[in-house]
């Protein structure tokens, strides 16, 4: 399991301290030190779509001019924009290891993905 996000992030220090408690070993990458790797990225948008990976209701996004929040229109417009400006990503994006992707932090939800593991 891999986490992505932002380590001073309050829902990511959530996230990880839930996962922790909950006996869930997981990798954590961090955007500010590591970058956003494309090949993931390519996945989490396609496996969720852009409009649920670029987070909107954000400080970052308000701080964008209208231009900048304007040109986000696709997939590729998307990706191009939080690879630049990483903290524009939902956090935290997870990939499950079953190959999952989830984006955001919902206890409820993730207390019911571990209870369906076999």
């Not at 986490?3 to 909950?22: E, F, M």
């Not at 390519?42 to 990976?53: L, P, S, T």
């Not at 994006?93 to 919902?106: H, L, M």
Request: glycine share 6%; hydrophobic share 40%; charged share 20%.
């Amino acid at each position: 399991m891999i986490v992505y996000g932002i380590p001073n992030c309050d829902t990511v220090k959530k996230a990880r301290q839930w996962l922790t408690s909950h006996g869930q070993e997981h990798q954590f990458h961090d955007f500010k030190k590591l970058g956003v790797p494309s090949a993931p990225l390519a996945r989490w948008i396609e496996a969720v779509g852009w409009e649920k990976v670029v987070n909107r209701q954000g400080t970052t996004w308000r701080k964008l001019d209208a231009a900048a929040q304007a040109g986000v229109q696709d997939a590729a417009s998307a990706s191009a924009l939080v690879q630049a400006q990483p903290s524009l990503i939902k956090r935290p994006v997870v990939e499950w290891p079953d190959g999952s992707i989830s984006v955001g932090f919902q206890a409820d939800a993730w207390e019911a993905r571990l209870a369906e593991k076999p």
